[in-house]
């Protein structure tokens, strides 16, 4: 992760302690790490979906509080690859967790702790430096004695600086965990302004949005074979329409057929969820177009690779 910034010094005995720093959330697929950043930040800046692996960048959230501020980097969860695209998810993963100051090891609420989870605790062990808090997530969807048995289990792992119980779908709990990773983050002045939420691009979070929109009610194996990229996105006039122009990804001609749908209604109904999403992020009307294309097997190409974006 670069652009790491200097920190500064201790605060004056006669001044309040602010801190800033680096957190980011490790688990297996779909265990709630991008809710959590989400509900963090107070904003979406990181898409979600019941669909495994939808995370396929470190995108950095910035979470405000008197107190301090927190870059949170949402990461891929971590998986055993099958592509050359698992490869790479599993490197931004890597490369995160030795740049940060705390990881928030997820865990959910409402599955055992199982060989996934003890291979990303394992993992961890090659960070001793780093501060390391463990997250009970999705309380909502267990009772008070089933998070008291995961909680009790997730102790047994290793020794942490925290472990927290929550749920980022209705917010229990969030604010204390905002606080305690704080306080994990070393003294500093922010390293963003206080309008930040994110150091997404405009073209990268409207690409992002289109792909969730795409995801929703899919098949488990097409979803990793989405990407979407943005050909134009500009305004017809000052504070006007916003004219966006977007390819979806697949790799065969078969899944082209699933996103577009029986005379093109699908994609018509993709279109619709997308606009409503990209309208709320940019403040304006939105006209969307999308085309489907296929890039045979990109995830095992590195060239498509790298002219996809990863």
């Not at 055993?80 to 997820?106: H, K, M, S, Y």
């Not at 779908?169 to 994990?184: M, V, Y």
């Not at 073209?203 to 979803?223: F, H, N, T, W, Y």
Request: aromatic share 4%; with cysteine.
């Amino acid at each position: 992760m670069s652009g790491r910034k200097p920190r500064g010094g201790a605060a004056a005995a006669d001044e309040p302690t602010f801190r800033a720093g680096f957190v980011t959330f490790v688990g297996r697929p779909n265990v709630g790490k991008s809710t959590l950043t989400n509900a963090l930040v107070g904003e979406k800046v990181a898409i979600t979906s019941s669909k495994p692996q939808t995370t396929r960048r470190a995108i950095r959230g910035i979470v405000h509080r008197a107190s301090g501020q927190l870059i949170v980097v949402d990461t891929p969860g971590m998986h055993r690859p099958r592509t050359l695209l698992g490869e790479r998810l599993n490197a931004v993963v890597q490369d995160t967790l030795g740049d940060v100051d705390v990881i928030g090891f997820c865990v959910p609420a409402n599955e055992p702790i199982g060989p996934g989870d003890r291979f990303i605790n394992e993992q961890l062990d090659s960070f001793p430096r780093t501060r390391k808090v463990a997250i009970v997530t999705k309380t909502d969807t267990a009772g008070p004695a089933k998070v008291a048995e995961q909680l009790l289990a997730v102790s047994e792992l290793r020794e942490w600086d925290e472990i927290i119980p929550l749920s980022a779908l209705t917010g229990d709990q969030i604010e204390l965990l905002a606080d305690q990773l704080i306080s994990l983050v070393p003294v500093s002045p922010p390293l963003y302004g206080e309008e930040a939420v994110t150091d997404e691009t405009e073209d990268d979070r409207v690409a992002e949005l289109i792909r969730e929109a795409a995801l929703e009610g899919v098949s488990d194996e097409l979803p990793h074979s989405l990407a979407v990229t943005i050909d134009e996105m500009a305004e017809r006039t000052p504070g006007g329409v916003v004219d966006i122009f977007a390819n979806v990804w697949v790799e065969r001609d078969s899944q082209k057929g699933i996103i577009i749908g029986h005379k093109g209604s699908r994609l018509t109904e993709v279109g619709k969820r997308a606009r409503l999403e990209i309208e709320a992020l940019l403040g304006q009307r939105v006209y969307l177009k999308l085309h489907v294309k296929v890039a045979k097997e990109w995830q095992r190409d590195p060239k498509q690779l790298g002219r996809l974006g990863f």
